[in-house]
Structure formats: C-alpha cells, structure tokens
C-alpha cells in the first residue's frame, strides 16, 4: 500500500521510524510531512532528515496536510494530546485515515475519544528501534482493516520484532521492554564503575561491560536458554561468580527488578 504519512512530533522515536522506511525505498520523502512545535525545530530537523521530506511548524498552514494524510503517526508528548486534538478538524478523506499513537499509557480509548473519525494504532517501541534491534507491541483499535494493519506490521519490522497484543497487555510490554533499556543501562553502568574501583580504566570498563551485556543477551536469545541455566553454567562451586551472586542477592538485585518493572507498569495505567 503506497501511502502519504504525516508525522505530528518528531522526536527521536519518530524519527527512528520513520528514517528507515524512506532509506529503504518503503517511503517517499516527498510523501511525508512531520510537524513539529517551532519553526526553530523545523528548520533544525529540515537539515538532518532524508532529502525532500518536508518539516513545518504547526502554526504553518501546511501542518493541515499531514492530518490529511492516509496514514498519521502521532509522536508529541503524551501530555500535549488534548491541545493537539483540539486543534485537529475531521479529515476531509471519505475513508478513516489511520492515526498510529506511540504516546506511553494513551488507551485506544482515549484516542478515539480524542480522534473520532480515524482508525486508531496503539504502538508501543522502544529505544533499541533507534538501531534496529527494537521491540514493538501493537494493539488495534476498532475500524482498523486488514490492509492498514499489513502496513503498519511492515512499517515497524525494519526497526523491530513485532507483536500483536491485547490492549490489556501493553502496560507490562512497556514497562518490561520499553522501560527496560533504561534498567539494563544502570546495570551496564554499575557494572563498569565496579570494573573501575577494581582497577580498569574507565574507558575499558564501559566497553567492556557493553560488549559482556551484549554477549550475553545474544546467547540467551539464539541458545534459547533459560536465564537460570546461563548462571548455572557461569557459576561453579565455591567461585568467584558465585561470591558475586550471594552480594547481589544480599542487596535485593532481583527484588528490586521485579519491583521495577511492576512500579513501571502501575504507573502506566494511572497515566490514562
């Protein structure tokens, strides 16, 4: 399906979205339009995007294109929703144009309260789509047809695993895989500094606990083993590891990581 796609935000995440579809010949650049808040923005973001695709600030006449447009991708801050909303007239399309939302805890509910006229997405990646090795979740809101959901699906593989979920599931997704980069990265960072006082070099320590993360999420993932079985074959009697594990577990390592992510996900459904 050949589509316009209008982008209204474009952040980070957007743009990790978006970027490679146009690399990858999936989108046109002179098919998208993104809207952001300030010319400022606009004329930032203008110069570091793929040739041809147009940015404009939302005071911008033109910013009415890419809420016409047949694919929208809603990108702003999940608190910006309503003010944004307010200010959108129905499409002027026949057909519900699809608007795809990747704001964090807004229910397809709200969307469509907010979006009456278009078929609503629930998307929910997360940061390592910003290197191609994401997660995303999607959850379809009603009046989503087969062809959009084709399209979205397709959208989001160059940059992710995709799954379909119940809308009920997406806030232990997010806390789990959205928010989880964010866990991982204070243990990369705690594992280096330890690295350090023991006597590495700084910029050692830091490639060095990347690289062992890295590692052993691959094996893991492509030995598909259980976590417990990778500790077992890590740790043997009386090692170091094993003096390591009884420091982590007497510091309530795991507790806390279980409690994390519930706090994560509790938090998400009080957001709506």
């Keep these: ?37 300030s010319e400022a923005s606009a004329n930032r973001l203008a110069s570091e995007l793929p040739s041809g695709l147009s940015v404009v600030p939302a005071s911008d006449p033109r910013a009415i294109e890419a809420w016409n447009a047949p694919v929208q991708l809603l990108a702003v801050k999940p608190q910006q929703l309503d003010a944004v909303a307010a200010a959108v007239e129905p499409p002027q399309s ?27 997405v629930r998307a929910v990646p997360n940061t390592p789509c910003l290197v191609g090795q994401g997660l995303c979740g999607l959850a379809w809101g009603d009046g989503v047809t087969q062809q959009q959901r084709q399209w979205v ?38 594992m280096a500094d330890g690295a350090v006082a023991a006597g590495l070099p700084r910029d050692q320590a830091h490639r060095l606990a990347h690289r062992t993360l890295a590692g ?33 577990e007497e510091a309530g390592l795991r507790s806390a990581l279980i409690e994390a992510v519930i706090a994560a996900a509790e938090h998400g459904r009080a957001l709506r």
């Design 94 to 120: 026949p057909q519900s144009p699809l608007l795809i939302s990747v704001l964090a805890g807004v229910t397809l509910e709200r969307l469509q309260s907010r979006f009456p006229a278009r078929a609503c």
């Design 1 to 37: 399906m050949t589509v316009s796609v209008g982008v209204i935000g474009l952040g980070r995440m957007a743009r990790a979205l978006v970027c490679p579809l146009v690399e990858r010949g999936i989108l046109q650049p002179s098919n998208v339009i993104g809207v952001v808040g």
């Design 153 to 190: 699906t397709e959208a989001f593989q160059p940059v992710s695993e995709v799954l379909e979920l119940p809308e009920s599931r997406l806030d232990a997704f997010l806390a789990l895989t959205s928010s989880g980069p964010a866990y991982v990265a204070l243990i990369a960072e705690a």
């Design 216 to 248: 052993t999420a691959a094996l893991l993932d492509q030995q598909q083993l259980h976590p417990g079985q990778l500790k077992d074959m890590v740790a043997s009697p009386g090692g170091t590891t094993m003096a390591a594990l009884r420091k982590l």
